[in-house]
């Protein structure tokens, strides 16, 4: 067995998520080569160099990959194929974006959202949103796959692996960055967050999210939403948490002014322990939540942020 | 410029499933099925851009069972002009879906095709992306803002930082995000001339696709259930618990 992970970057770092792709690939076994492609992405090789596990980090620095575009990222990742029966990335945007263009120009079918591997050709995954879970056996000689990274431990750091270049330069006429407006914050990231506070339609409007970013100071948390609060314009889209959004698996999850759609419930059932505080004591989040609290949040959420 | 939009029949998005009791799939029996919401996103998105005189033609496609065709129906009352249906089984796989509708693009030459970003029920996210790599076309994923200039459209994607515009060479693909539009209801009279309005309908062996799976289903379990726990008093109790109970403070 022979696997290539693409790297997850942002703004050029290597992103946490890379290591816990790296461990799914081991689950597979077999050699791993971990691809970071991008522009002025030394760093990013050298970071993915240290993963236990890696054995050859294949680095392609070129600006036709800058932003990890899918049109010459894709046509990358195929003039590498060749050489692996497998092809693994994280199921972030990136890895959506890509990962389906290289199968399909291999002529294979793309496994999406990994949560377990029972082979290296039977996998795990969601459906329905997280309601059913399937398993899966690819008959495709090249298994390519997107993996869920919260059902993964991250692999340690400690290893040398060598950094080699990649000469293929792809030419791409066809897509063209014209700019990004990232999130800017000093918080953890939403998906690898120990502890998430998120906060829904009950919160009435943007400003009030200030209530949870107090707590969240204070537990070091990163602040989620669901879509309803992203629809109406409180928060950006990066924050929303569920089957379409971002899927967190913290050890604590805090739903704030969240009735607890099935929709909201896919991104964060997996986590740990699950707090809930809502005024309405028949809403559908205390079935899941380990603690609920009934009240109003504009009373709870700035007691509970002087106690802790 | 004519507009190919890519509707998938569904599960409607409020009933929660159950799976079989053999564990060989998710029961789908007498369950309300309806249009995939980002298709309906899609289908919206495509019809305003024929109503700001953009797009001339708008064309839905479906690919599943005779059922499928409802949904299409649903897409000529929101405002599609004509409906493809390429009867298939209910399982094709996104890559024989992607193959057949390569091949109705090679026929109808759109400017623009409009998929949604995700199937609600098999939750793949990837059929957009495999139809532009086989009609080697640009693609623009999750898209939140779609602007049409010229032979070029600027797309705006949600993407996991926050959001990414791009800028890519007519013909492209494009799949749905949540925030792209808030799709309209069809009117009675629109559902009325929808009857009337042409829905023909074709099978893979037309277009010469091999719709074979290549993934075979195993299992389909329920995943664990998470029990609800207890109602707390207070922010101290709350805080106590979380402390000493469950440990995560
Ligand atoms: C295709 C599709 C995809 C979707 N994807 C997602 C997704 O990824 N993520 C997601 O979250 N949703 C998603 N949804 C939407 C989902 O179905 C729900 O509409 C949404 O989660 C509701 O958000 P909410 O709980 O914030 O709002 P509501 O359901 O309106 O709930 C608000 C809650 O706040 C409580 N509340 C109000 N005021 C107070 C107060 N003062 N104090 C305490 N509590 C208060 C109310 O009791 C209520 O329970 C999707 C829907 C569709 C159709
Ligand atoms: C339990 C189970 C697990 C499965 N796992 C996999 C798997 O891991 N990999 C795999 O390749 N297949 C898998 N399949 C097969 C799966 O049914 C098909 O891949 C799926 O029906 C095709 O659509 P999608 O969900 O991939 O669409 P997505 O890529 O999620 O849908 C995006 C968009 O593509 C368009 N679209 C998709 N299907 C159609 C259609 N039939 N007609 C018109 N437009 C359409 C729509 O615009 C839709 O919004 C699985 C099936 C089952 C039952």
Redo the contacts between chains.
């Keep these: 067995m022979s696997i290539l992970v693409l790297a997850d970057l942002h703004e050029g770092e290597l992103a946490a998520t890379t290591a816990h792709v790296v461990a799914a690939a081991q689950q597979v076994g077999g050699d791993i080569d971990v691809l970071v492609a991008g522009e002025g992405v030394q760093g990013a090789a050298d970071a993915a160099a240290r993963f236990d596990g890696v054995s050859r980090v294949r680095l392609a620095d070129h600006s036709v990959y800058a932003h990890q575009l899918a049109e010459p990222l894709s046509a990358l990742i195929v003039a590498l194929a060749d050489d692996y029966t497998h092809i693994l990335s994280s199921a972030s945007t990136t890895g959506k974006n890509v990962l389906p263009r290289v199968a399909a120009l291999k002529d294979v079918s793309q496994i999406s959202e990994v949560l377990a591997i029972d082979s290296a050709d039977i996998f795990k995954r969601p459906i329905y949103a997280g309601n059913a879970i399937a398993t899966v056996k690819s008959d495709d000689a090249l298994k390519v796959m997107t993996v869920r990274t919260t059902a993964f431990d991250a692999v340690s750091e400690g290893g040398s692996a060598a950094i080699e270049a990649v000469d293929t330069v792809v030419e791409n006429t066809q897509s063209q960055f014209v700019k990004e407006e990232l999130a800017q914050s000093d918080r953890p990231e939403l998906g690898g967050a120990r502890t998430v506070i998120s906060g829904g339609r009950g919160m009435g409007n943007g400003d009030n999210f200030k209530l949870l970013d107090g707590i969240a100071d204070k537990l070091g948390a990163a602040v989620g939403a669901s879509r309803a609060a992203v629809d109406a314009g409180f928060v950006p889209n990066d924050m929303q948490v569920g089957q379409t959004g971002k899927i967190v698996a913290p050890d604590l999850y805090i739903a704030v002014g969240i009735s607890g759609a099935i929709q909201h419930l896919a991104g964060m059932k997996d986590s740990k322990v699950i707090v809930a505080i809502n005024k309405d004591d028949e809403a559908p989040i205390f079935q899941v939540a380990d603690y609920g609290l009934v009240g109003d949040l504009f009373e709870l959420l700035p007691e509970l942020e002087r106690k802790l | 410029m004519k507009i190919l939009v890519a509707v998938k029949r569904v ?1 409607d ?1 409020n009933v ?2 159950r ?1 079989k009791a053999d564990h060989s799939d ?1 029961d789908l029996t007498n369950v309300k099925m309806a249009m995939n919401p ?1 298709c309906e996103i899609a289908v919206e998105e495509a019809v305003r851009l024929k109503e700001k005189g953009t797009a001339t033609e708008v064309v839905a496609v479906s690919i599943g069972p005779k059922a499928a065709q409802e949904q299409l129906r649903t897409a000529l009352a929101l405002g599609a002009d004509r409906a493809l249906h390429i009867e298939a089984g209910e399982r094709v ?3 024989a879906v ?1 193959k057949l509708l390569a091949k109705v693009v090679e026929e109808e030459q759109p400017g623009l095709v409009i998929l949604g ?2 199937a ?15 009609a080697n ?3 623009g ?2 898209a ?1 803002e779609v602007v049409v200039e010229g032979d070029k459209v ?1 797309v705006t ?13 007519l013909p ?1 693909i494009l799949t749905t ?3 792209l539009n808030e799709p309209r209801y069809a009117k009675l009279p629109d559902i009325m001339k929808a009857k009337k309005k042409p829905l023909e309908s074709k099978s893979p062996a037309d277009y010469g696709v091999e719709v074979a799976s ?10 664990a259930e ?1 029990k ?5 008093a ?3 109790e ?2 106590d ?2 402390k000493n109970e ?1 440990k ?2």
Excluded: C
């Excluded at chain 2, 290549?214 to 995943?223: A, D, H, I, Q």
């Excluded at chain 2, 609800?228 to 707390?232: E, F, L, S």
């Design positions: 599960i998005y929660k499933i799976v998710v980002f796989e996104s890559l992607a970003k995700q609600i029920d098999t939750d793949n996210n990837q059929t957009g992306q495999m139809l532009a790599a086989l076309m640009p693609q994923t999750f939140s600027n994607r949600e993407i996991d930082g926050g959001l990414q515009t791009v800028a890519l060479t492209a995000d949540l925030r290549r993934v075979s289903l195993m299992k389909v379990e329920t995943p998470r609800g726990g207890v109602k707390v207070s922010v101290d709350l805080i618990k979380l469950a995560v403070l």
